[in-house]
């Protein structure tokens, strides 16, 4: 198993909560029973020493940009200024980096610092939703997405918001370890191990204490119970007692998105425990998470996962 050093980049004024995610997903053992083999995570600074972070806390690493150079993965939580040019020493690093095969990870606004490396030039790329038009304009070869939680290119993923650093942070354990260690280890968090929807869901929404909120939520569990049968916008809305247009309104301000969209995204989540730990036809597969056909459910599970579900099998039943 090759060594999995996991290198985060420290700065002024920089929060803790961010490199706390990484250290705390990629650093804690969590009982997981895999013996020694789990990252090594090391606290880089453009230059070692003292670093200043919110709060009056002062961070100490003796790790330079060379440590960082050298790691596996390369981490980069946020940036002090997303408008402010990233420092050359910076740039370099995270080139070399990337061209020894290692792996570019972005929090928030740390995508801005991918960007400046021309890595994610043609690329698709998110990054917390109010820093998504400077980042368009900043770095215009870059595909920016405000609406995923993460982006995965392969080498370089970038995430939304903070929080969503936690996402991305699993889903690398996810690709690495399988989805049973990645799961254990969002339980031992107490996060879930997979988010559906995307930034929308966060956008300026103000939490309302709407009894129609509950009517919705029964509605959505219920639906989760019954993914298997044909289940419609009309039958969802009878079961919250709404019409079906109030229900509309009431579903997309309370997920973030439609029902109908909602309903994919979770037989298409409900589908990867399946293609990670059985043998079973594409086809069996479809049916038994709600989906016509296997056409229809492979090319949803594209238009979300990015890869085929046979592409997914092999590689998650590799990482198993």
Not at 30 to 47: H, K, N, P, S
Not at 159 to 185: E, M, P, Q, Y
Request: hydrophobic content about 45%.
């Amino acid at each position: 198993m090759p060594n999995r050093s996991v290198a985060v980049l420290a700065y002024e004024d920089m929060t803790p909560f961010e490199s706390g995610i990484v250290v705390d997903v990629f650093s804690l053992r969590w009982d997981l029973d895999i013996g020694d083999d789990w990252y090594d995570v090391t606290i880089c600074a453009e230059r070692p020493g003292a670093v200043r972070m919110k709060g009056g806390v002062e961070l100490h690493t003796p790790h330079g940009l060379d440590v960082l150079a050298a790691a596996d993965t390369v981490v980069v939580p946020s940036v002090a200024d997303p408008a402010a040019e990233t420092s050359p020493e910076v740039i370099a690093a995270l080139r070399l980096a990337h061209s020894r095969g290692a792996r570019l990870v972005s929090i928030c606004s740390g995508a801005f610092a991918l960007a400046a490396t021309g890595l994610l030039d043609g690329l698709r790329a998110t990054t917390h939703w109010t820093y998504a038009d400077l980042l368009r304009r900043r770095f215009p070869a870059v595909e920016v997405d405000p609406h995923p939680l993460y982006v995965d290119n392969g080498r370089i993923l970038t995430s939304a918001g903070c929080a969503a650093g936690i996402d991305l942070c699993l889903h690398i354990v996810r690709s690495d370890f399988g989805a049973t260690i990645a799961n254990a280890v969002a339980r031992r968090m107490v996060v879930p191990p997979h988010r559906d929807g995307g930034q929308a869901q966060y956008i300026e929404t103000p939490v309302a204490a709407d009894p129609d909120d509950d009517r919705i939520a029964r509605s959505i569990e219920w639906a989760l119970r019954h993914l298997t049968e044909d289940i419609s916008v009309a039958t969802l809305a009878e079961r919250a007692a709404m019409s079906s247009r109030t229900y509309l309104r009431h579903f997309a301000r309370t997920v973030g998105t439609s029902p109908i969209k909602w309903l994919i995204a979770r037989r298409v989540h409900a589908s990867l425990s399946l293609l990670e730990t059985t043998d079973l036809p594409i086809e069996e597969i479809a049916t038994r998470v709600g989906f016509d056909t296997a056409v229809t459910y492979r090319h949803h599970f594209t238009q979300a996962m990015r890869t085929s579900p046979s592409g997914y099998r092999r590689t998650f039943r590799q990482a198993a």
